[in-house]
């Protein structure tokens, strides 16, 4: 399906600062487009970051938030001082000590955590562990089959799927799903294996509904709980 991994693009106020951020705290090169966005490539089992300028206002959480894995209590609270020293908060969003993560906010307010370890959901997925969303069944079943990825947990509406060679986790919490508020700042970029125009057509054919194409030719699509995607040219 996808002829690059699949990507989680920001829109950012100040890209590059961003990528630099996330770059520093992930240990990934830092690579600008012409187009003003700054990129950092995944690999087959680590999904790509992209940074592109947007100026859309942050109201309220996001419907999407990395989770990031640590290896023991020391380099959990190394990644923590890592990201407070590149210019990230720490946030209070009601979690108990006993959960043994830590929520963080990047320097544009995007939420994240530092999982604690021995987390067996997230073993063997890497630094970037899972992408945690917001959204209902449907859209983990839809995911599912627009990737060609597996679903590994399907339990009390609670979806996730992961690439065949494994590594990130892409997982919905079932409902209730936060109200969405204008266009999301953060959304999955896919660039197809093959003709763009057939994928799109196929995307919609699984459920995914049309709603512009870009000035830049990106075709912007939104899955079946509305979370806009965008489908790239190779």
């Given at each position: ?7 989680v693009t920001y829109d950012a106020h100040d890209p590059v600062r961003l990528a630099r951020f996330w770059a520093g705290l ?24 992209r940074f592109t300028p947007g100026a859309t206002g942050k109201s309220g959480p996001n419907r999407m938030h990395l989770h ?167």
């Amino acid at each position: 399906m996808l002829s690059r991994p699949l990507t989680v693009t920001y829109d950012a106020h100040d890209p590059v600062r961003l990528a630099r951020f996330w770059a520093g705290l992930l240990h990934r090169e830092v690579v600008e487009e012409a187009t003003g966005g700054v990129h950092l490539p995944g690999t087959d089992t680590q999904l790509g970051l992209r940074f592109t300028p947007g100026a859309t206002g942050k109201s309220g959480p996001n419907r999407m938030h990395l989770h990031l894995t640590s290896t023991d209590p020391d380099d959990q609270q190394r990644q923590v001082a890592t990201a407070l020293d590149l210019g990230g908060t720490t946030l209070d969003v009601g979690q108990r000590p006993e959960e043994r993560h830590v929520v963080l906010a990047d320097p544009e307010g995007n939420e994240f955590c530092v999982i604690g370890p021995g987390n067996s959901f997230l073993a063997g997925c890497g630094p970037l562990g899972e992408i945690a969303c917001d959204g209902h069944r449907a859209v983990g079943l839809f995911w599912s089959a627009a990737l060609g990825w597996p679903l590994v947990w399907d339990q009390d509406e609670e979806t996730a799927v992961q690439s065949p060679h494994g590594g990130t986790k892409v997982a919905w919490g079932g409902p209730p799903v936060t109200p969405k508020r204008g266009r999301n700042r953060q959304r999955f970029d896919l660039v197809p294996a093959g003709d763009p125009r057939a994928a799109v057509d196929r995307l919609v054919a699984l459920g995914a509904t049309r709603v512009e194409v870009g000035a830049d030719g990106v075709v912007v699509l939104a899955d079946p709980d509305g979370n806009e995607f965008g489908v790239l040219a190779g």
